[in-house]
């Protein structure tokens, strides 16, 4: 789920001014994650470099106007740090949703825009259509941008780093960037270059965060179309012609960890592209993401049958699941929208595929596993083992009325990335039932253990 802090789309809905503002972001922010913990995500995409501003208190760029109206200086309250932790408690991942080149508008409130990233960038900047751009042709812009990445890496227990507006902007044939292309194009293709300069800082930044944490995931939300098919429309944008933007070379070269296609259309504008993307993913992971937005009557007014439909092609065609944008959408169960995914798709919690290429430790399962009753649950506990290297991990439980548990069935994961040792299942007395009770390993890199040994038990009359 795309979680979004500018303009106040998703979260939170006013900038604070005082600690009971804070507190209400705070409630805000946790009420949209009970919500889609309720729902079975696993994944939150929130929205940490805005345009030319952050969410969180960098020694780099301004914290945004849309998280703080005056400058926090009585509590230690950090918006990531605190979504990070919330992410955490639930199970969910928190990925910094970053907005890669885009850096502000020209004008602010009809004044020139003077903040501290306009002022201190200058040299890297250009304007196009009335906003500012990073210039992706200047080499210290890729040397400004790493710098962010870093200190968002560096200092925080980010799962993953997920980039936006990774391209030239759109009528990008007209982007100024003449200055930059004589000076270190070297007689290249102007678009070949353009292209170039992408490549060379998608290429930067994967080794760079891999080299700190190399568990955290790097993906990019792009451009829906790669590039026209043989029978689509020609008018439309396509990521590798229109913005300079090449997702395939990126999983090609194991230069990202999963692309999200931002496939906001519908019938001959997504399914076959659904089908093209299939064949560019070459051994990494392709996630459609689908537009919630859509549904709006300001947009295209779609029915949700519309995202219910992509959701099920995108199922039968083995794709490795779905994004979705935006948030206030699903928690405000737009058209039904919350109902219809919890019901039809979502029933049960789902683990994020495994990063081969980046790591294939074997785990050690758990051991002692213990269930007994307390009060109105089912306690499970269990021992933690050394893992190799001491390897940090969390806890996933099956469980099944037949052994062995079969881990491939969705129905038989209870909770996934549990932290410590211990889960409480509501008990429901009406009901006699009986389940064999595993736990496996798992660690960031979403290696998981084989099973532990299994324990029983039985609710009812015949408790046991």
């Not at 939150?44 to 998280?67: C, D, K, M, W």
């Not at 230690?76 to 992410?87: G, S, T, V």
């Not at 270190?184 to 965060?209: H, M, P, Q, T």
């Not at 996933?396 to 038989?412: C, G, H, I, M, T």
């Amino acid at each position: 789920m795309w979680l979004a802090s500018n303009y106040s789309l998703d979260w939170p809905s006013k900038p604070y001014r005082n600690s009971n503002d804070i507190n209400e972001q705070q409630e805000e922010l946790i009420n949209i994650l009970d919500k889609l913990k309720a729902a079975h995500f696993n994944v939150v995409f929130l929205q940490t470099r805005l345009h030319g501003n952050v969410i969180y208190n960098s020694a780099i760029e301004p914290v945004s106007p849309y998280i703080q109206r005056v400058k926090n200086t009585w509590s230690n309250y950090d918006p990531l740090r605190f979504a990070i932790q919330e992410c955490h408690k639930r199970g969910l991942e928190c990925h910094a949703w970053f907005v890669t080149y885009p850096a502000g508008p020209e004008k602010v409130n009809g004044k020139a825009n003077n903040s501290s990233t306009i002022k201190k960038n200058r040299d890297k900047l250009r304007t196009h259509k009335g906003q500012y751009y990073l210039d992706p042709g200047e080499p210290k812009t890729n040397e400004y941008l790493l710098g962010l990445i870093d200190e968002i890496v560096s200092r925080y227990d980010i799962d993953g780093i997920h980039l936006d507006y990774i391209r030239y902007p759109d009528n990008a044939e007209n982007f100024p960037d003449n200055a930059s292309y004589k000076r270190y194009g070297k007689g290249k293709n102007k678009s070949e270059w353009r292209k170039e300069n992408i490549n060379n800082f998608v290429s930067e930044l994967y080794d760079a965060v891999k080299e700190k944490k190399p568990w955290v995931q790097v993906s990019s939300s792009v451009v829906g179309m790669y590039s026209h098919t043989n029978n689509s429309n020609q008018r439309h944008q396509t990521a590798l012609k229109g913005v300079y933007q090449d997702p395939e070379k990126w999983l090609r070269d194991g230069k990202h960890d999963f692309i999200v296609p931002m496939m906001y259309y519908s019938d001959d504008l997504f399914y076959p592209f659904v089908q093209d993307w299939k064949t560019r993913r070459n051994g990494r992971y392709i996630v459609p993401g689908l537009g919630l937005y859509q549904m709006d009557e300001k947009e295209s007014n779609w029915s949700s049958v519309k995202i219910k439909e992509q959701i099920q092609y995108c199922r039968e065609n083995k794709v490795n699941g779905n994004a979705f944008y935006r948030t206030r959408y699903l928690v405000n169960n737009k058209k039904g929208i919350m109902d219809a995914i919890k019901t039809n798709f979502y029933q049960h919690p789902a683990l994020l595929p495994p990063m081969t290429w980046q790591d294939t430790t074997h785990l050690i399962a758990p051991v002692n596993i213990r269930a007994k009753r307390t009060g109105i649950y089912l306690g499970l506990s269990w021992s933690e083992p050394v893992q190799p290297g001491n390897r940090d991990v969390f806890y996933n439980v099956y469980r099944s009325k037949n052994l062995p548990v079969d881990v491939q069935k969705a129905e038989n994961l209870v909770e996934a990335r549990i932290k410590g040792s211990m889960l409480f299942i509501p008990v429901d007395d009406s009901i006699e039932s009986g389940y064999y009770y595993v736990v496996t390993s798992y660690d960031r890199f979403h290696n998981e253990s084989k099973l532990s040994s299994s324990v029983y038990f039985v609710t009812g009359d015949f408790e046991k």
